[in-house]
């Protein structure tokens, strides 16, 4: 599949993430919870459907619909990325055992990143692995975090550190939900289709600035393009490289910045997207001084996220220090070297360690004392 060749899409597309017998559909469109036959991922006679007690109200009733002829347990998580813990976690397992779900098990996703990444994890390692279905409800969720198979809760020390990749059986992106996403979130969620634009099509980066209104106003057209044009970047990469032994860390940009900033503030500050949105600028300015990435694509960069009402620089009351102390537990460090993506223009990035740590500190420096 090219993402080149994809046009102004209707609902109701169809993304394969091609890994071998691990493929699976990401379907995309209106009504999909309705719609896109969640019952035929469903193997056994057993559902556990996870979510949390702000969007279980919205979208639970319409989830069970489709899933009566099975036993159907749920867990309703607080709402936040401060209760993506081993705690909170340990809930679904409670849950799983107490009404006893074995192997043959259906895990249900239904919510955003949070709620993904946690029932992806619980889906991995209850009883060594069983199915789990990915039912994203915030944008960030649809274009980035369902798709791919990282799972992971955070540790007081570190965002994401314990997890593992596992594919879900499916992807099903209800576009209909975003109608009830705050405002907030919905830009938080732009963060990562920016990245998108940034890291490897720099075709969809113009098309962003073209539609920053349309997509502001959710114009459902503008809105499926991005998810899909989003989803099929990320599946490319996915496919490519799985487990990120390589190119996959490019999908990082921003990411250990913004890491770094989420686990400063204890996961009670910025939002996922919104430290990720700060990463990217960080990252596009050590670009930059680095020699790699002109002005004007800087300047192109920072629009671009403000025009989102994004942030672009770091809290206040974080300091270069802090960043050094967090940036090292970084997962992509290896060996003890930090390895950072940059970008040597719009639709192109590196994976590297290749960086003058000078420039780094001048980076720090420079957001921090604004
Ligand atoms: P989130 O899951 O906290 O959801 C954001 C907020 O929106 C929550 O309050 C949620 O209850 C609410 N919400 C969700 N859907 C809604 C809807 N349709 N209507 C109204 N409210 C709704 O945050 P997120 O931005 O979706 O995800 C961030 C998380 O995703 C982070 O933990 C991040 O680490 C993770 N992530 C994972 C990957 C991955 O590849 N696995 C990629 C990116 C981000
Ligand atoms: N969100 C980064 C990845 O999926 O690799």
């Not at 990444?117 to 789990?132: C, E, H, I, K, L």
């Not at 694509?297 to 960043?323: E, G, H, N, W, Y």
């Not at 993506?341 to 720090?364: H, K, M, P």
Request: hydrophobic fraction near 45%.
């Amino acid at each position: 599949m090219s993402v080149a060749d994809s046009t102004i899409s209707s609902p109701a597309k169809s993304i394969n993430v091609d890994l071998g017998e691990r493929s699976y559909p990401i379907h995309i469109g209106s009504e999909q919870i309705l719609q896109a036959g969640i019952g035929q991922y469903v193997q056994g006679k057993k559902v556990l459907i996870v979510s949390n007690e702000t969007i279980a109200p919205l979208y639970l009733p319409a989830v069970l619909e489709q899933l009566q002829d099975k036993q159907v347990d749920q867990v309703i998580l607080k709402d936040g990325e401060q209760y993506k813990t081993l705690d909170n976690l340990n809930l679904i397992f409670t849950q799983l055992i107490e009404k006893q779900h074995d192997r043959k098990t259906t895990l249900i996703a239904l919510g955003g990143g949070v709620v993904g990444d946690m029932t992806g994890f619980a889906a991995a390692s209850y009883q060594r692995g069983v199915p789990f279905i990915q039912i994203p409800t915030t944008l960030l969720a649809q274009v980035d975090s369902s798709v791919g198979g990282k799972t992971a809760v955070n540790h007081a020390l570190g965002k994401n550190m314990i997890g593992a990749f596992y594919q879900p059986r499916a992807v099903i992106v209800d576009t209909d939900t975003l109608a009830t996403l705050p405002e907030r979130e919905f830009c938080a969620g732009m963060a990562e289709v920016i990245k998108y634009g940034l890291i490897s099509d720099d075709a969809f980066f113009l098309w962003l600035e073209e539609n920053v209104e349309a997509l502001l106003n959710r114009d459902p057209q503008a809105l499926a393009y991005a998810i899909e044009r989003s989803c099929l970047n990320k599946a490319k990469v996915v496919s490519a490289d799985e487990t990120e032994q390589g190119v996959r860390a490019i999908l990082n940009l921003g990411h250990t910045f913004g890491h770094a900033i989420e686990t400063f503030q204890r996961y009670t500050g910025l939002l996922h997207g919104e430290a990720v949105a700060v990463g990217m600028a960080m990252a596009a300015q050590l670009s930059m001084l680095s020699g790699a990435f002109s002005q004007q694509d800087m300047d192109r960069t920072k629009a671009l996220i403000t025009s989102f009402s994004l942030p672009v620089a770091p809290p206040q009351a974080m300091q270069a220090d802090d960043f050094m102390a967090l940036m090292v537990r970084d997962k992509k460090v290896l060996d003890g070297q930090l390895r950072l993506v940059l970008l040597n223009g719009i639709g192109s990035a590196v994976v590297t360690a290749d960086f003058r740590l000078q420039l780094l500190e001048e980076t720090l420096d420079k957001a921090c004392h604004r």
